[in-house]
Nanobody
Framework: QLQLVESGGGLVQPGGSLRLSCAVS????????IAWFRQAPGKEREGVSC????????NYADSVKGRFTISRDDAKNTAYLQMNSLKPEDTAVYYC??????????????WGQGTQVTVSS
């Protein structure tokens, strides 16, 4: 059973940091591209960041460049999203997704259930 489980969300003040984790089970993540998406209330889901297999390529949405960092630890079958300098507009449910292509792509085959991130004072 292929499964992605996000964790690390929560309530944080503006300017704070969180690190999201995406634990993968049921397959070896080494050859998969991993992405983070988010969806705020009343808005469409948007891509936040992605990382190719091996970590050689990463992409970020303009809104998070310089603040968020995506990484992966294939030995732990886990991907991460380090989020710094958080803003209220970063409030959303964050999802991780995986693609067997190994690349950053537009469509992903496997999705987690999401973790809530709320940035508020």
């Amino acid at each position: 059973q292929l499964q992605l489980v996000e964790s690390g969300g929560g309530l944080v003040q503006p300017g704070g940091s969180l690190r999201l984790s995406c634990a993968v089970s049921g397959f070896t993540v080494d050859y998969y591209g991993i992405a983070w998406f988010r969806q705020a209330p009343g808005k469409e889901r948007e891509g936040v960041s992605c990382i190719s297999s091996g970590g050689g390529s990463t992409n970020y949405a303009d809104s998070v460049k310089g603040r968020f960092t995506i990484s992966r630890d294939d030995a732990k079958n886990t991907a991460y999203l380090q989020m710094n300098s958080l803003k209220p507009e970063d409030t959303a449910v964050y999802y991780c997704a995986a693609s067997p292509s190994g690349l950053c792509v537009r469509k992903y085959d496997y999705w987690g259930q999401g973790t809530q991130v709320t940035v508020s004072s």
